[in-house]
């Protein structure tokens, strides 16, 4: 969990998208359904200008395969 910076949830979900995540389908304004293949589906449910701490973005990393480095 160190590793982990807080940062814009618009610059993790351009992340999960470079590393091979697409958007399924989207409703609203901020709740979307990603999918990767061999993943299972990820509801993402934040706005781009929220934060995103460090605590929450490690248990995305674990459910998607995201890196700091990926960042």
Do not use: C, N, Y
């Amino acid at each position: 969990m160190g590793d982990w910076p807080a940062m814009k949830a618009g610059r993790v979900i351009a992340a999960l998208l470079r590393i091979g995540w697409s958007v399924k389908r989207q409703s609203g304004g901020s709740r979307k359904v990603l999918e990767r293949p061999g993943w299972p589906a990820l509801i993402w449910h934040f706005h781009d200008g929220a934060e995103i701490g460090p605590k929450m973005l490690a248990r995305i990393a674990k459910k998607t395969g995201l890196k700091p480095e990926d960042l």
